[in-house]
């Protein structure tokens, strides 16, 4: 059983030692250089100290890990939609951050579209962090974006904090959010590179999916035919293109395709300042295993086929691909067609917020990789990516934001169980292995009534 004691460390006090506010003790801690167990103390918000176990650090509250526990940084997801305000009968900060916290999940950062007004200048901005900020059971970041037309909006939202641009190469999916032709974002790229930003592409190129035919009906491989993997690799030879002779960074968001994960490693050598993510459903879905009808599994770009889910896990571990992020992206029942099944019309978007780390975890414990490794894909990987300074590493003078982690516990994924707004989920009856059993940020456990969630900008 865990235990929480409320007090001070017995026999602690004295000798004009620090009392910190919070000492976590846990026989397996994953610090930057490995497992290790340790005793943490926590003073206003922040880790103060990582002693080897038996130090006694003397603390007002103690934490004290069960013996099945693990003690893993804060997970960081640097891609979720919360579509709030304007779209917040799909999701919304309150519900979107539980599920996080309830994923382990300490930090996201919001994308700039599916919301009203889109975040595409500084007021889109505000508006955005006065619905966040009230609301938020995580720390909230945002990025910013880049339409046709908003070129002069860019540095002043940089300089408000977000934590880059994001474009699409093809058609967003909502019209307020117009994609960029290649050299627009070539144009805005230049403008990025000057602040040492950086652009954060959907990379879908939109004459490629022009000429491929028309997803309709409830067939998936109808849909799959429609985004094949050529669009990607021609979107993401343009993001390298521009990245070259920009210098500005960019970052391949959502990777599918891993036939292109040549030519990155490939530009990447070359000294291209690109990074990439992928998804835990890249990872742990195939095209061949989704039923007909099963609009839950419909996303942009597409879940492929066997595999290329097997080489994108080869990419991961090779270093070719920088991180796993959620792209959460919830709608109501009515929109994911799950009464017609139609994946011509049905919104493309998965939900997965809350599941990310144990549905990695267990597909990734049958390909023999540990835990630290898919831990870091989700904690200091999205966080160095993004550029979220003192999240996702348990470090002294880091946030003391902390998952506990059972990596041993089975469980079943129910959707209704999940704290999303709609109990919608592609892993609905999935077994999974690993429990999320408290989520501390900065310094106090996340209960869900209290929105104790702070904005966190670009530093
Ligand atoms: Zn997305």
């Known amino acids: 059983m865990t235990q929480n004691i409320r007090g001070t460390v017995d026999g602690a006090v004295s000798g004009g030692r620090a009392v910190h506010e919070l000492v976590i003790r846990a026989e397996r801690a994953l610090l930057p250089e490995g497992w290790a167990a340790v005793e943490i103390g926590v003073s206003e918000g922040r880790i103060v100290a990582v002693a ?113 641009f994001k474009c699409f190469l093809e058609h967003s999916g909502v019209d307020e959010f117009p994609h960029l032709e290649p050299e627009e974002m070539e144009r805005d790229m230049a403008v990025l590179a000057e602040r040492d930003s950086q652009m954060i592409v959907h990379a879908e190129d939109s004459r490629t999916l022009a000429d491929a035919p028309t997803a309709s009906g409830r067939r998936y491989r109808s849909f799959l035919e429609s985004r094949p993997e050529e669009a990607e690799h021609v979107a993401i030879a343009a993001v390298i293109d521009a990245a070259r002779r920009t210098g500005c960074r960019a970052h391949i968001l959502h990777l599918s395709a891993a036939g292109a994960l040549e030519q990155i490693a490939a530009a990447r050598a070359e000294g291209v300042r690109l990074t990439v993510e992928t998804c835990p459903h890249y990872l742990v879905l195939a095209a061949e295993e989704i039923a007909d009808g099963a609009t839950t599994h419909k996303c942009c770009p597409p879940v492929r086929e066997g595999a290329n889910r097997d080489a994108l896990w080869q990419g991961l571990l090779d270093g070719t691909i920088d991180c796993v992020v959620s792209d959460h992206s919830p709608s109501t029942p009515e929109l994911k067609e799950v009464d017609t099944g139609d994946f011509g019309t049905a919104w493309g978007g998965i939900s997965s917020l809350q599941l990310g780390l144990p549905l990695l975890w267990t597909a990734a414990r049958r390909r023999d990789i540990g835990l630290e490794q898919v831990v870091r894909w989700m904690s200091s990987g999205p966080a160095a990516v993004a550029g979220v300074s003192g999240k996702g590493s348990i470090v002294e003078g880091g946030d003391a934001d902390f998952a506990v982690f059972a990596p041993e516990r089975e469980w079943t994924v129910e959707a209704a169980e999940l704290r999303h707004r709609h109990p919608l989920t592609a892993y609905q009856g999935w077994p999974v292995q690993g429990a999320v059993t408290r989520t501390i940020l900065r310094g106090e456990e996340v209960d869900g009534a209290r929105p104790r969630g702070r904005l966190v900008e670009r530093s």
């Open 52 to 164: 080897a176990a038996g130090a006694r650090l003397a603390g007002e509250r103690r934490i004290e890990l069960a013996a099945d526990e693990v003690l893993l940084p804060g997970l960081v997801d640097s891609h979720v939609h919360v579509n709030d305000p304007g779209r917040s009968e799909w999701e919304g900060f309150a519900t979107a951050t539980r599920a996080a916290a309830a994923g382990g999940v300490t930090t996201l950062i919001d994308m700039p579209l599916n919301c009203l007004p889109p975040t595409v200048d500084v007021d889109a901005l505000e508006t955005k962090r006065a619905v966040a900020a009230p609301a938020a059971h995580v720390d909230v970041g945002f990025w910013g974006g880049a339409i046709p037309g908003s070129t002069a909006q860019l540095a002043p939202l940089h300089e408000a904090g977000v934590f880059g």
